[in-house]
């Protein structure tokens, strides 16, 4: 479990870290607008999510093992999280 403060201080929890695809997030509150931006070493964006009114995210990353970074848009806050995929 990594909690990470965000913009405006605001404390996202991503967990399990490593994973083997599904990730879930708990957001310090309901959020109207959340989106799950994950990208490649590179910096390539691989796969997009969006939820509504919500505090809590789940999805399922389908990407090959390696670190990633998952971008988080929240109404107005934002944090990035690093992720590790395995088998």
Do not use: C, W
Request: cysteine-free.
């Amino acid at each position: 479990n990594v909690g990470i403060k965000g913009i405006q201080n605001k404390e996202f929890a991503v967990y399990p870290n490593p994973t083997s695809g599904a990730i879930t997030m708990d957001l310090d509150q309901n959020y109207n607008h959340v989106k799950v931006q994950v990208l490649s070493i590179e910096g390539k964006l691989v796969e997009t999510f969006e939820f509504s009114a919500t505090n809590k995210l789940q999805f399922n990353m389908k990407q090959v093992k390696g670190l990633y970074t998952i971008l988080v848009f929240a109404d107005n806050n934002a944090s990035v999280f690093k992720v590790m995929k395995v088998d």
